[in-house]
């Protein structure tokens, strides 16, 4: 089973660029996460998708940040315009059931997008 | 609102030595918990999960307990290895609202 694939692994921008995160979750998941961790601090939650729909977006930052999950297959994440404190790793997980399931494998992280605005 | 906890923040041992690794949260009304470990410059890898109706599971050397009703997890690691060396996180989950937190990770140095 192919796992959660996030990309670029990495992604350098200037201030005020706009990055486009991308992550193609496991076939079948309908459950889709987004998080990040900024430098020196806590993973934080920023949404999860059920579907195409936006389940919970409390986590979003501000306005420059934009989910989307088309035909509830592969999600995009689009930060625009970026700013310095956008830096960090951005990671996506998926899952067949919300709360991670009864599987031993409950959600599945990808390797993340680590971010920097320079 | 999920707080986590996670003791010590950093520890450092050599190998072959046995820890644990102690983590809180202050719901907990949770669905399941599990243990993730980061790798710098890597994602996360789930490594163990214990649905909120067991009381442990184990994974070759890696063994984690959970008590549930008192909002505690540990993670037991026999015969450490330099390989063990990451962040070690632990993430009660919940099946509605912002599913899972993170804790802060205790950062994991074994020494060969």
């Known amino acids: 089973e192919a796992g959660v694939t996030q990309f670029p692994s990495h992604s350098v921008i200037e201030k005020g660029q706009t990055v486009t995160l991308r992550c193609d979750p496991i076939?079948?998941?309908?459950?889709l996460y987004w998080y990040r961790r900024v430098m020196g601090k806590e993973i934080k939650f920023l949404l999860h998708?059920?579907?195409?729909?936006?389940?919970?977006e409390s986590g979003m930052p501000n306005n420059r940040f934009l989910a989307e999950r088309t035909g509830g297959t592969y999600s995009t994440l689009k930060v625009q315009p970026a700013e310095l404190e956008d830096s960090g790793v951005y990671f996506c997980?998926?899952?067949?059931?919300?709360?991670?399931?009864?599987?031993?494998?409950?959600?599945?992280f990808g390797s993340g997008t680590r971010l920097t605005v320079v | 609102k999920q707080e986590v906890t996670q003791i010590p923040a950093a520890l450092s041992v050599p190998e072959g030595e046995n820890l644990v690794l102690n983590c809180s949260f202050t719901?907990?009304?949770?669905?399941?918990l599990q243990w993730f470990r980061q790798d710098p410059g890597k994602g996360l890898t789930s490594l163990l999960l214990i649905q909120s109706s067991q009381r442990e599971q184990t994974s070759g050397r890696l063994n984690a307990s959970l008590d549930k009703s008192s909002g505690r997890s540990t993670l037991y690691i026999a015969a450490s290895q330099p390989g063990d060396s990451a962040t070690y996180l632990c993430v009660p989950t919940k099946n509605y609202g912002q599913n899972f937190v993170f804790g802060p990770g205790t950062r994991l140095s074994v020494l060969p």
């Open positions: 997980a998926s899952s067949q059931e919300p709360g991670g399931g009864v599987s031993n494998y409950g959600y599945t």
């Open positions: 719901d907990s009304a949770i669905y399941n």
């Open positions: 998708f059920v579907k195409e729909s936006k389940q919970d």
């Open positions: 076939s079948g998941h309908d459950n």
